[in-house]
C-alpha cells in the first residue's frame, strides 16, 4: 500500500473477480465458523462475526469497483484473518487432523487484524491515500507492526482458549526475558497507531468538504469510541482482571461500529463507485435470503400440518420456482432505486423535474429545484447551472458542495431554439471523472428542459433590467422636467417678471403726464419702448432655451450653418447630405451636441479648424465633429460638457463617443436613433 494517489479503473475484469473471490472466501469461512460452531457448542468466536462479516463484504465490494484501493485491501485482509482464526479455532474443538497448526493459529490471527481494521482503514479512507505525506511513517510503521506482531505472538508461550479448555501453544519458543515485555512494547504501539490514526481522520474533517466530509465524520466517532474501548480493556486488564472476561465481551462488540460507519459512507454518500457491484450484491443477497425463507416457510408449514415425504420438497421448489421471478423484479426495481437513484427510470426523473418546475414560484426558484431535482436523480454530490455571459460562464443555481481542487467536472450544453444559452455541471462521486452512459443519456434529457428554464430565467432577468431602466429613464426625465421648469420659472419671475411690471409702470406714469408734461410723457414712452425690446428678447432666450428657434426656422442644416457662420475662432465647416424630416427631439439633440462640440474645440483644444458632418442612414443619424487641436490627454476625464452629450445621446437611445483623430486632434462621434417623424410629431 503507497501513500501516493492511486489510479484505477472501475469494473474492469480483475475487480470483479477479486471481489467475487474475497465475498466467496467470507462467506465460506463464515458458514464453516456458524456450522462447526452449532454442532461444537463452542461460540465464543461467534461474537466477532458481527463486525468482520461486513467488514470482508465490504471490501470486496469495494475491490470490485477499485481493486487496488487500500481501503479494500485492507477491510478484506482483516476479515479474512480474523475468519481464518474463528474457523481453526473451530477446527481444533472438533479434533481434526492438523489440530496443532489450528491451535498455534489461534495466537496470530486476530491480533494481526487489529492492525489492517484499525489503524490502515482509518489512514487510507475515504480516498485511498494518507492525509499527506507526513504520515508515511504512521503507515509504514503499521505494516511493519502486523506481520512482527503476528510473529512474536506465534512463538510466545501461554495458553490458547479452545471451546471451554486451554491449551499451550504447540509451536512455542522457550520463554525468554524478550517475551515478558515484547507484547506489552507491541500492545503500546498498537494503542499508538490506533490514536494518531483517529488523529488523521480528524484532520481530513477539517479539510474535507461536501459528502466525503460528512462520510469521514461518521469513521471519527466509530474509531474514537472503538481506540476509548481498546483503553478500557488495557486498563482492566492490567488493573482488574478478574472483570477482565465480562468487559471483553462488550468491547468485542464495539468495533463493529467502524465497519457500520465505513459502510454508511460507503453506500449513503458514494465515497467510491460501487454501485453496480452493490447492485447487484444487494439483489442477489436479498433473494437468496428470500428464498431461503419461502422453502423454509414451506417446509416448516408441511411440518406443522404433519405432512411428510417427497412431495414436500417438490412443493417447496415448485413454491421457489413461482415467486423467483417476480420477486427478482421487485427487489431489482427497489434497489435501483435505492443504489441510482432516478437514474434507472427516466420518465420518473423526468416528470419530477416537471412538476418541481410547475411548483416553482419564480424563474430563479426554477433553477433551484432543478438543480436539486438532478442532483437526487443522479445521486451526485454537486449539480450547478451556469448562464452563458460575455466573459464566459456564471452560477445561476447549484446543489452541494463545489468540486475539490483538481476535480474534472462533466458539462452538458443548454441549448434553447438552437441558442447555446448556458450549461449544466456535474461533479461526479469519489474520483470519477465521467459519468456512466446511462447517466449522460439521462442528463442529456434532463438538460432539454433545464434548458428551457434557463432561458425562461435569462428573459425575466432581462425584463427585469428593462423595467428597472426605464424606471431610472423615467426618474430622470421628471427629475430633468422639474429642473426645467423651475428654471423657467425662476427666469421669468426673477427676469422677465420685473421688466413687464416696469413696462405697467412706466406706461401708467406715461398716462398721467399726457395734458400735463408731454415732453415728459414722450421721453417716458421712448424708455418703454427699450424696456419692451429688452423683455422681448428675454422672451426669445428663454424659448432659445426650450427649443432653438433656428430649427424651426432653418432646419438642423440651416441651423448648424447659421452657427458657423457666426463663429470666428475656430473656422467651421458643416457637411451634410440630403436629411429626411426629423423628430424635434433628434433634431435638438444634434445641434446642442454639435454646438458643445464646437465649443469645445474653442475652448480647450486650441484647434484652429473644426468640421461638423451630418447624415442619416438606416434610421440613425451619425453626427461627427472633428477638430485639427491638441486632442485628448493622456489621463482625461470627461467633464460636465461631455457627460451632458453622452446624456443627451442616452436618453434617445443612441450613444456618443470622443477619441483621438488618426491624425492628431479630436473626434467626437454621436449616433441618434431617428424615429418616424410623423409620428414623433404626432
Known amino acids: 500500500m503507497s501513500a501516493a494517489p492511486v489510479s484505477v479503473r472501475a469494473h474492469d475484469g480483475s475487480g470483479r473477480l477479486v471481489g467475487a473471490a474475497g465475498a466467496a472466501t467470507t462467506l465460506t469461512l463464515t458458514t464453516l465458523t456458524v456450522a462447526w460452531g452449532i454442532r461444537t457448542g463452542a461460540d465464543d468466536s461467534l461474537r466477532l462475526l458481527p463486525t468482520v462479516v461486513p467488514a470482508g463484504l465490504l471490501g470486496s465490494v469495494v475491490l470490485a469497483a477499485r481493486p487496488r484501493d487500500p481501503v479494500g485491501r485492507c477491510l478484506l485482509a482483516g476479515a479474512l484473518l480474523v475468519l481464518l482464526g474463528t474457523t481453526a479455532q473451530q477446527w481444533a474443538v472438533l479434533g481434526l487432523p492438523g489440530r496443532d497448526v489450528a491451535v498455534w493459529s489461534q495466537t496470530w490471527t486476530y491480533q494481526s487484524a487489529l492492525v489492517p481494521l484499525f489503524v490502515l482503514v482509518p489512514l487510507y479512507f475515504p480516498d485511498g491515500r494518507l492525509p499527506s505525506p507526513r504520515w508515511r511513517p504512521v503507515a509504514r510503521t503499521a505494516m511493519v507492526l502486523a506481520p512482527v506482531l503476528g510473529l512474536v505472538l506465534s512463538m510466545s508461550p501461554g495458553q490458547v482458549p479452545i471451546g471451554d479448555r486451554w491449551t499451550p501453544n504447540p509451536f512455542a519458543v522457550p520463554s525468554t526475558v524478550a517475551w515478558a515485555w515484547s507484547d506489552d512494547v507491541l500492545g503500546v504501539v498498537w494503542l499508538v497507531l490506533v490514536l ?96 431461503l425463507l419461502l422453502y423454509v416457510a414451506v417446509v416448516g408449514t408441511a411440518a406443522a400440518l404433519s405432512v411428510d415425504g417427497p412431495a414436500v420438497g417438490f412443493l417447496a421448489a415448485a413454491v421457489v420456482a413461482v415467486a423467483i421471478a417476480p420477486l427478482r423484479s421487485r427487489l431489482q426495481q427497489r434497489v435501483d432505486r435505492l443504489v441510482y437513484g432516478d437514474r434507472a427510470d427516466p420518465y420518473r426523473a423526468l416528470t419530477l423535474l416537471g412538476r418541481r418546475l410547475e411548483s416553482a414560484l419564480t424563474p430563479a426558484e426554477a433553477l433551484g429545484s432543478v438543480v436539486t431535482a438532478i442532483a437526487d436523480a443522479l445521486r451526485v454530490p454537486f449539480v450547478a447551472v451556469e448562464s452563458r455571459t460575455a466573459e464566459g460562464y456564471e452560477t445561476s443555481a447549484a446543489h452541494g458542495a463545489p468540486p475539490p481542487a483538481g476535480g474534472t467536472p462533466t458539462h452538458v450544453p443548454l441549448v434553447h431554439a438552437g441558442e447555446l444559452v448556458g450549461r449544466l455541471t456535474i461533479c461526479g462521486r469519489g474520483r470519477r471523472v465521467e459519468l456512466a452512459p446511462g447517466d449522460r443519456r439521462l442528463l442529456e434529457d434532463l438538460a432539454r428542459q433545464v434548458g428551457v428554464a434557463l432561458h425562461a430565467v435569462r428573459v425575466a432577468e432581462q425584463a427585469r433590467r428593462l423595467a428597472d431602466d426605464l424606471q431610472r429613464a423615467r426618474e430622470r426625465l421628471v427629475l430633468a422636467r422639474e429642473e426645467e421648469r423651475r428654471r423657467i420659472g425662476r427666469d421669468l419671475h426673477d427676469g422677465l417678471g420685473p421688466q413687464l411690471a416696469g413696462v405697467t409702470m412706466t406706461a401708467e406714469a406715461a398716462r398721467d403726464l399726457i395734458g400735463v408734461d408731454d415732453g415728459r410723457a414722450v421721453q417716458l414712452l421712448d424708455g418703454l419702448v427699450e424696456r419692451s425690446d429688452t423683455a422681448v428678447g428675454e422672451v426669445r432666450r428663454i424659448a432659445h432655451l426650450l427649443r432653438p428657434p433656428a430649427l424651426d426656422a432653418l432646419g438642423l442644416v440651416g441651423a448648424l450653418r447659421s452657427h458657423a457662420a457666426a463663429v470666428h475662432r475656430p473656422a467651421v465647416e458643416v457637411r451634410a447630405s440630403d436629411l429626411p424630416p426629423l423628430p424635434a427631439a433628434v433634431e435638438a439633440a444634434a445641434y446642442r451636441i454639435a454646438l458643445e462640440a464646437v465649443q469645445n474645440a474653442a475652448a480647450h483644444a486650441g484647434a484652429s479648424l473644426c468640421r461638423v458632418e451630418v447624415c442619416c442612414a438606416d434610421g440613425v443619424l451619425r453626427l461627427t465633429v472633428s477638430d485639427d487641436g491638441r486632442g485628448l490627454p493622456t489621463a482625461h476625464r470627461p467633464g ?33 436613433p431617428v424615429r418616424a417623424a410623423d409620428r414623433s410629431r404626432d
Open 196 to 291: 494518531l490514526a483517529a488523529a488523521s481522520l480528524v484532520l481530513r474533517v477539517r479539510r474535507s468538504r461536501g459528502p466525503e466530509r460528512a462520510g469521514v465524520v461518521l469513521l471519527v466517532h466509530a474509531v474514537v469510541l472503538t481506540a476509548l474501548a481498546f483503553l478500557v480493556d488495557a486498563a482492566v486488564a492490567a488493573w482488574w482482571p478478574g472483570v477482565y472476561d465480562d468487559v471483553f465481551a462488550v468491547v468485542q462488540v464495539v468495533p463493529v461500529t467502524i465497519v457500520a460507519a465505513a459502510s454508511v459512507s460507503v453506500v449513503r454518500h458514494r465515497l467510491f463507485d460501487v454501485e453496480r457491484v452493490l447492485d447487484r450484491t444487494l439483489v442477489w443477497s436479498l433473494l437468496t435470503g428470500f428464498v
Open 640 to 672: 460636465v460638457g461631455l457627460a451632458s452629450m453622452a446624456e443627451r445621446a442616452t436618453e434617445l437611445g443612441g450613444d456618443c463617443t470622443v477619441n483621438r483623430g488618426p491624425e492628431g486632434g479630436t473626434v467626437l462621434t454621436a449616433t441618434l
